[in-house]
């Protein structure tokens, strides 16, 4: 792995102060609905909580990477780019480094996929998600048929591409050289991202326990999750003009495309789940209300984050009602990890 030495811009410094400093309590107001509870979570949050949250559970890891005891090739508390030949094509990906890392404690790593005609580093900055002690590895897309980065899944994406593999050769690399818990490897994007990550989720259930999925285009191409349960939170703004809540049919440029209505294709992906008919409702700020399925036959939650008049962005710290990005995610991804049978075969063919 070769490092830039590149630093984070500013935009992700202060994203990912964000993450470290105490956010200010009761940021918004709003009355409450009869039907929805107003349980805004506590959104007093620092890195060193969350540290303290990934050691704990670091020392129930059963199943950890080949990469443990090793010592890191990258430097600590920075993001250093990392080129990696998949099928002919060197793809790249970014890849943070906690500055709480150690080689001989279980860390979790969150793979993270960029909208179409966005990028990695533009996701990082939006996100915040390198202020979370965790490895988080940024992924490129391929430049589709009109030069601009894309995921497989996407209507104009460049025929050949396997995000997939790479995906899933990515992984192999990180826990090549880190010490990884295996059990709790997850996927994120965010549009077309969001897409592909649950793409991978469903291709790759032996290696990714959860996805969270930011505005996400659930394209036809990407539907191969029907009849396969995955841990899912998505987040979803009312006033969509990119990705529609109400869901519909794209411009012809996108290929005609037909996307699902969200509040449907969640309420399917729960189905799929075996999860209880009535889901729990609590409100994170002004217009912004969680549903979350959590009693669920084969053990994966399903949540949706509905933003009332949300476009296609990166929801801020503020329109989540004063939890960042990061650490809401965190919080439905810190209880997810791999099945026992997936983990028990895990262990079993791991090589010695």
């Not at 349960?229 to 012809?252: C, F, K, M, N």
């Not at 009693?295 to 509905?306: D, I, M, Q």
Request: include cysteine; glycine fraction near 10%.
């Amino acid at each position: 792995m070769r490092s830039t030495g590149q630093r984070l811009g500013l935009p992700a410094l202060v994203a990912a102060a964000v993450v470290v400093l105490l956010v200010a309590t009761d940021v918004l107001s709003s009355a409450m609905a009869p039907d929805v509870r107003d349980e805004r979570p506590n959104p007093v949050v620092s890195v060193a909580r969350l540290s303290q949250d990934v050691a704990r559970t670091a020392a129930d890891a059963t199943d950890v990477s080949r990469g443990c005891s090793r010592p890191s090739t990258l430097p600590l508390g920075r993001t250093s780019e990392v080129r990696l030949p998949v099928d002919g094509i060197e793809r790249v990906f970014r890849l943070h480094v906690p500055s709480s890392y150690s080689p001989s404690r279980p860390t979790p790593l969150l793979v993270a996929f960029h909208g179409r005609h966005r990028s990695g580093a533009l996701l990082e900055a939006d996100s915040g998600l390198s202020g979370l002690p965790v490895l988080v590895a940024y992924p490129e897309g391929v430049r589709n048929q009109v030069g601009r980065l894309d995921w497989q899944i996407g209507p104009q994406a460049t025929r050949g591409v396997d995000d997939v593999a790479m995906t899933r050769a990515l992984i192999a690399r990180v826990q090549q050289g880190f010490c990884v818990d295996r059990d709790r490897v997850y996927a994120l994007g965010h549009s077309n991202g969001g897409g592909m990550a649950v793409t991978v989720a469903c291709a790759l259930p032996d290696q990714v326990a959860a996805v969270v999925a930011i505005s996400g285009a659930f394209y036809d191409r990407a539907a191969g999750c029907v009849g396969s349960p995955i841990s899912l939170l998505e987040l979803h703004g009312t006033a969509d003009r990119v990705i529609p809540y109400q869901g519909g049919r794209l411009p012809e440029e996108f290929g005609r495309t037909t996307l699902p209505r969200i509040s449907r294709w969640i309420r399917n992906q729960a189905i799929v789940n075996g999860c209880e008919t009535t889901p729990a409702q609590r409100r994170l700020g002004r217009g912004v209300v969680q549903v979350t399925w959590r009693e669920c036959t084969t053990g994966h939650p399903v949540s949706l984050v509905r933003i009332g008049g949300g476009l296609h962005r990166v929801p801020s710290t503020r329109v989540l009602g004063g939890t960042p990005l990061a650490v809401l995610t965190w919080r439905f991804l810190r209880t997810q990890h791999l099945p026992a049978d997936v983990r028990a075969a895990q262990v079993a063919d791991a090589p010695r």
